[in-house]
């Protein structure tokens, strides 16, 4: 495949706000994780009274899961949009 050039989508206004309409719909889906992880959980963690690998859940959701969540949700941020930048030719060409 190498030497072959991929043929980039054409960017219409149309195809732009497309684009933009998916990216809405991956930063609000990633912000509603966010929430649930940072506010929901957290709320509710006292009350799910049980150990989770040795530690009580409460303390082990903010001191370990909620950052191991965040650091993912950047993660998964990255790839879908690399993604969706791709597919809409919005991307960044290799310097090649």
Known sequence: MRGLTPV???IT???LRRYWRR???ITGSLLLVWFVVSYVVAAFARELSFDFF???F???VGA???PIVY???IWVYARLMDRLD???GVDEEDGE
């Open 71 to 73: 650091v993912l949700i």
């Open 54 to 56: 040795g530690w009580p």
């Open 8 to 10: 980039r989508p054409e």
């Open 13 to 15: 206004p149309e195809n």
């Open 64 to 66: 370990q899961g909620a």
């Open 86 to 88: 791709r597919e809409f």
């Open 23 to 25: 990216n809405l719909l």
């Open 58 to 60: 409460a303390f082990w």
